[in-house]
């Protein structure tokens, strides 16, 4: 009797708290999220699940903050233009850790409390580089935009992969890019390629040259012309 006492002792399921709850849905990725996928990978039943969380959203809400929260965000120092530069960047590396999460975003499913904090943080910032409430608002908007695109239609990582799918590949300033846009780039590049000829000759050597280069520095390049944009905007009035 005692031996089975231990047996079933052993075999107890193993104990499930909001905090494991939220590290499963982060390891799942927000692409592949479901209720029943984080049940699966904790032995846990819906049931217990949804003590704590009352849907998918609101375990994905929770699961935005955890990654929010991890993320170095840029206080704003120096001028403005180094500010939206730093915090484009910090954006990058969110979304670059976790697949799936620009979709959720961009589509609208899931917010939450630390993703609300960023771009309240973010426009208070530019309010104290002398922007207008107005133009505060729409730049740090117009930002974030940018940042999400780049990640939209990405591949999402195969069964049983983080978010890399190739494994990562260092940039010219030695970042690590993963190939949750590399993907895209690639699959653009396949797409593209049979339809070449049907651009103007004038401008397809630099069409296939964008949609082959590296993701960050073509990103980089996109900021560029944000920044100087907002520039002009600055000199207009609100």
């Known amino acids: 009797m005692a031996g089975a006492k231990a047996t079933r002792r052993m075999g107890r399921p193993p104990l499930v708290d909001r905090d494991a709850i939220v590290r499963a849905a982060l390891e799942i990725g927000f692409a592949k999220l479901t209720m029943s996928a984080v049940g699966q990978r904790l032995g846990a039943s819906h049931s217990t699940l949804y003590r704590y969380f009352a849907s ?113 590949q260092a940039g010219a300033d030695g970042r690590h890019t993963f190939s949750i846009v590399n993907g895209r780039r690639m699959r653009r590049a396949e797409l593209i390629e049979p339809w070449l000829t049907l651009y103007d000759e004038r401008i397809r050597e630099e069409f296939s040259a964008a949609v082959a280069r590296d993701p960050r520095e073509q990103f980089r390049t996109k900021l560029t012309v944000l920044l100087d944009g907002i520039e002009a905007l600055r000199r207009q009035p609100p």
């Open 56 to 168: 998918r959203n609101a375990l994905a809400a929770a699961a935005i903050d955890r990654a929010v929260d991890a993320v170095d965000w840029p206080e704003p120092g120096g001028d403005w233009r180094s500010y939206l530069s730093a915090l484009a960047s910090s954006y990058w590396d969110l979304y670059d850790t976790h697949p799936g999460l620009a979709a959720e975003v961009s589509s609208l499913r899931s917010t939450s409390r630390g993703m609300v904090a960023v771009t309240n943080r973010a426009a208070v910032a530019l309010l104290g580089f002398g922007f207008s409430a107005a133009h505060a608002v729409l730049v740090q908007d117009m930002l974030g935009e940018l940042v999400t695109q780049a990640f939209l239609g990405a591949p999402p990582p195969a069964d049983g992969q983080p978010a890399e799918i190739d494994g990562p």
